[in-house]
């Protein structure tokens, strides 16, 4: 017997749909490659911009956060969701934000989906260069240490989870891959 092709789910309805602030669970009811029906649940949230402050050519700017939902602090680069504007331009905002500086120039290194099995979150990757310093302006819920990082530092700073955010993680695998000439 043939088994049916791996891509042939089907969406067959919307069963309800629930908002919790900045993000929208969905359930529905889909049919699988075998015939089979299951409900499965997607956390439906906005793009993401994540920028990779490059101070010079040895150091980027990172912020230090805490963060609830693991309970400790996490070391990760500038970021912001995406609310009805431009991911870039969102970019441009989150690094004045949260770290004070200014970028002459943005590139758009990749675009990545986080956890495509249960969110529909798409990540905006850009590489900033030309930093000139500012005040830092984060909204009132944030408490942001900004901290300037030696990039052959930062595979050990993975290594002992001081930097676990996934979407640092592949944005400095995406820098390393294509970003390393701006």
Do not use: C, W
Not at 67 to 83: A, D, H, I, T, Y
Not at 106 to 116: N, R, S, V, W, Y
Request: no cysteine; hydrophobic share 40%.
């Amino acid at each position: 017997m043939r088994k049916p092709p791996i891509d042939s789910y089907k969406f067959l309805k919307k069963l309800r749909e629930v908002p919790f602030g900045r993000v929208t669970i969905v359930e529905y009811l889909i049919e699988l490659p075998d015939g089979n029906t299951k409900r499965i649940h997607v956390k439906q949230t906005g793009k993401l911009a994540v920028i990779i402050p490059l101070l010079d050519s040895e150091t980027v700017v990172m912020v230090r956060q805490y963060r609830f939902g693991v309970r400790k602090l996490s070391l990760e680069f500038p970021m912001g969701q995406v609310k009805g504007k431009e991911p870039m331009e969102v970019g441009r905002q989150e690094l004045k934000e949260e770290t004070g500086y200014h970028a002459k120039n943005f590139k758009l290194l990749g675009e990545l989906q986080i956890t495509p099995a249960n969110t529909s979150q798409q990540v905006f990757i850009y590489l900033a260069t030309g930093l000139q310093s500012g005040k830092q302006q984060p909204e009132a819920d944030e408490f942001i240490e900004v901290v300037p990082v030696k990039i052959d530092r930062i595979n050990s700073l993975i290594k002992k989870q001081v930097i676990f955010d996934v979407s640092t993680v592949a944005a400095f695998h995406l820098y390393n891959t294509f970003g390393k000439t701006p």
